[in-house]
């Protein structure tokens, strides 16, 4: 008979709460796509809440995950929800706004580059050791080490997050 751990506990609340948000991530992506694809506001939720659902879906993929190589493949995929959420977060802000009669030509070109940093950030963590730097593990749990340039993204993740969330502010 196996003992329950406090670890083992969390480990399985991990995987629950994580498989929960990636279903409800993905059923709001579904619905709200297939409701109402003529609306702005729409569409850049459905970014935002399929970029959430990848990284979800990616901690659930882990969980059978038992070699460094397919773990690290798995994390670097990861990063395609990580680099674009950001700037998908900020779409939606951008979006909203727009409902309120308040257009921005700035905002419009900041979509763009969001969306062009999230690119980069995601070919960056696939290809190179830039972003995200060798893997390490601890028990049977996985993650990557930041890279040098790690600390850029994380200031280009926090401030988009900012943005995005002070145009909803403003929207409201």
């Excluded at 709200?32 to 569409?43: D, F, G, I, P």
Aim: hydrophobic letters at 60%.
């Amino acid at each position: 008979m196996s003992s329950t751990t406090v670890a083992s506990v969390l480990n399985f609340g991990n995987l629950i709460l994580s498989s929960v948000n990636a279903i409800i991530a993905f059923s709001l992506f579904v619905y709200v796509l297939t409701h109402n694809l003529r609306s702005a506001v729409a569409r850049a939720f459905c970014a935002l809440v399929l970029f959430v659902a990848i990284v979800y879906v990616v901690d659930i993929s882990l969980t059978e995950v038992r070699t460094s190589e397919a773990a690290s493949m798995w994390l670097r995929f990861q990063w395609l929800g990580i680099a674009f959420v950001p700037a998908a977060y900020f779409h939606f802000s951008d979006a909203l706004l727009r409902t309120t009669g308040s257009a921005s030509r700035a905002r419009t070109v900041g979509v763009a580059v969001g969306y062009s940093l999230g690119l980069l950030a995601f070919v960056l963590a696939m290809s190179t050791d830039l972003l995200v730097n060798g893997i390490a593990q601890k028990d049977h749990f996985f993650h990557l080490l930041p890279g040098p340039a790690f600390g850029i993204f994380a200031a280009y993740y926090v401030l988009a997050s900012m943005i995005g969330w002070l145009n909803i502010r403003w929207a409201r």
